[in-house]
């Protein structure tokens, strides 16, 4: 499985984007990238996925270079209440998937 | 429509008891993931039913741990028996099979153990 290393933590301001990059360098070819955001005492929340390139949903953006060996989650106009814990997992064709130790975000008034 | 549902949702139990933990997948997803969160440390995946077939055990950490899936739909842990070590939060997750096995888990809320 490909380890995942991310920043322990960030802080951030109410209306900022935010982008947390995540690294990924023993990616292999099959292998997806995914983000979880997780609240104190809930189970980790899917927030976007994607292969190469660049994914974007309702909530965020995902931003995969060519090597695809680092990915970087891009939070736009971020709230109070988007302070949670988000990782990065690298998901393989066999569904198997690590978490690292996540990114603890806080966002400020 | 409902999503993962894991119980109960807090255990409290004493060294060398049994604990048996349950989780009720989203309806119709065919995958379903147990994952753990020991103190202080990464959650960790413990293994992945198919259905009612173990895809993969390889996360289970040793033979105190036994998980069912009877008729493929909700599935037990039970840790028997238990030690201190063993005390942290259990995800289960359940996903689609899709055109790709990285089809989307969907975690429950958990299920916080302590051993004392």
């Known amino acids: 499985l490909a380890k995942t290393t991310q920043p322990i933590s960030m802080d951030s301001y109410e209306g900022q984007e935010v982008n947390i990059t995540c690294s990924h360098n023993?990616?292999?070819?099959?292998?997806?990238i995914t983000w979880y955001q997780q609240f104190p005492s809930q189970g980790p929340r899917f927030i976007i996925q994607?292969?190469?390139t660049k994914v974007t949903n309702e909530v965020a953006s995902l931003f995969i270079p060519a090597d695809r060996k680092s990915s970087t989650l891009s939070l736009p106009r971020v709230s109070l209440s988007d302070t949670a814990v988000y990782y990065c997992?690298?998901?393989?064709?066999?569904?198997?998937?690590?978490f690292g130790d996540g990114t603890t975000l806080t966002v400020k008034p | 429509e409902a999503g993962v549902t894991q119980f109960p949702s807090h255990s409290v139990i004493e060294k060398g008891q049994t604990v048996t933990l349950r989780c009720d997948p989203i309806?119709?997803?065919?995958?379903l993931y147990w994952y753990r969160r020991v103190m202080g440390k990464e959650i960790k995946f413990l293994l992945h039913?198919?259905?009612?077939?173990?895809?993969?055990e390889s996360g289970m950490p040793n033979n105190r741990f036994l998980a069912e899936r009877t008729g493929g739909t909700y599935s037990t842990l039970k840790v028997q028996p238990a030690e201190l070590e063993d005390s942290g939060v259990y995800f289960c997750?359940?996903?689609?099979?899709?055109?790709?096995?990285?089809?989307?888990?969907?975690f429950g809320p958990g299920t916080r153990l302590l051993v004392l």
């Open positions: 997750a359940s996903s689609q099979v899709g055109s790709t096995i990285q089809e989307t888990q969907y």
């Open positions: 997992l690298v998901i393989t064709n066999a569904g198997k998937s690590t």
């Open positions: 039913f198919v259905k009612e077939s173990k895809q993969d």
């Open positions: 994607g292969y190469k």
């Open positions: 023993n990616i292999a070819t099959n292998d997806y």
């Open positions: 309806s119709g997803h065919d995958n």
